[in-house]
């Protein structure tokens, strides 16, 4: 589409702005906030993600947003001349769906390690919270962003993670030069899980179990040897 057509069809879409919704509804939350683990057990860490219509590249131009709020200028920085120069879009050619996390104040508590999950996109497993970065239209449905380690120090307790996933979209277009345009699109913290004014409410946590010692369970299985024992000699004197 070249640009008189993309401008052509940008003023029609602004003229018309007023009737659609002025964001998507579009969620990323945690599949299980809470839960019970036990000690020596990895945990993983899913989200699920909805929205209200369908976003991205392949919805074609505004991708799914309200066209007056997608970005009207960039600044560029210039590192020839040292200096930043403001240009204007003059089409809109795609989108970017950026998948990440924000983590206060570290993404591994005491006693875990986080390692994110990748996988094929055509793996018929879990689907992984990365692979949204390449794909034409956002995907929803229940993915899983990684799993925290536990080194063996934590027995007991609730542990706080404090990852919290997030959606950002960057849209991309050009200025009447042909310069490239690449530009932010979206609330200031992307669509996360847990937003900041919500920090204190929201999290991801998990109640720590200890494992019983082997000890403990040698001991268990003799209990129930026992118990069976007697009740199969109480049968025979009857």
Same mark, same amino acid.
């Given at each position: ?39 020596? #057990? ?34 560029? @920085?210039?590192?020839? !001349? $040292? !200096? ?7 089409? @809109? ?18 006693? @875990?390690? *986080? ?27 229940? *993915? ?14 609730? =542990? ?10 960057? =849209? ?9 345009? $690449? ?21 991801? #946590? ?20 026992? =118990? ?11």
């Amino acid at each position: 589409m070249n640009h008189k057509t993309t401008g052509a069809l940008l003023a029609l879409t602004l003229a018309s702005s007023s009737a659609l919704a002025a964001w998507p509804n579009i969620t990323v939350s945690y599949l299980q906030p809470t839960g019970v683990a036990e000690a020596n #057990t990895p945990i993983e860490m899913w989200v699920r993600v909805t929205a209200d219509r369908e976003i991205g590249t392949a919805a074609g131009f505004p991708f799914g947003f309200d066209v007056a709020d997608l970005p009207k200028t960039e600044t560029v @920085y210039d590192f020839s !001349t $040292n !200096t930043r120069k403001t240009y204007t879009f003059a089409s @809109y050619t795609s989108l970017s769906i950026i998948p990440g996390w924000s983590c206060t104040p570290r993404c591994d508590p005491p006693g @875990y390690t *986080f390692e994110s999950f990748y996988a094929p996109a055509s793996s018929t497993g879990p689907r992984a919270f990365t692979n949204l970065a390449g794909s034409e239209r956002l995907l929803t449905g229940d *993915f899983l962003v990684g799993s925290f380690t536990p080194d063996g120090s934590v027995t007991s307790g609730t =542990v706080t993670f404090s990852l919290v996933p997030a959606l950002n979209f960057n =849209v991309q277009g050009v200025a009447t030069d042909g310069t490239q345009l $690449n530009a932010y699109l979206g609330p200031a913290n992307g669509f996360n899980a847990c937003p900041y004014d919500q920090r204190d409410t929201c999290s991801f #946590t998990r109640t720590i179990t200890s494992v019983p010692e082997p000890s403990s369970l040698w001991l268990w299985g003799l209990g129930v040897i026992g =118990v069976g024992a007697a009740r199969r000699l109480g049968g025979r004197r009857v």
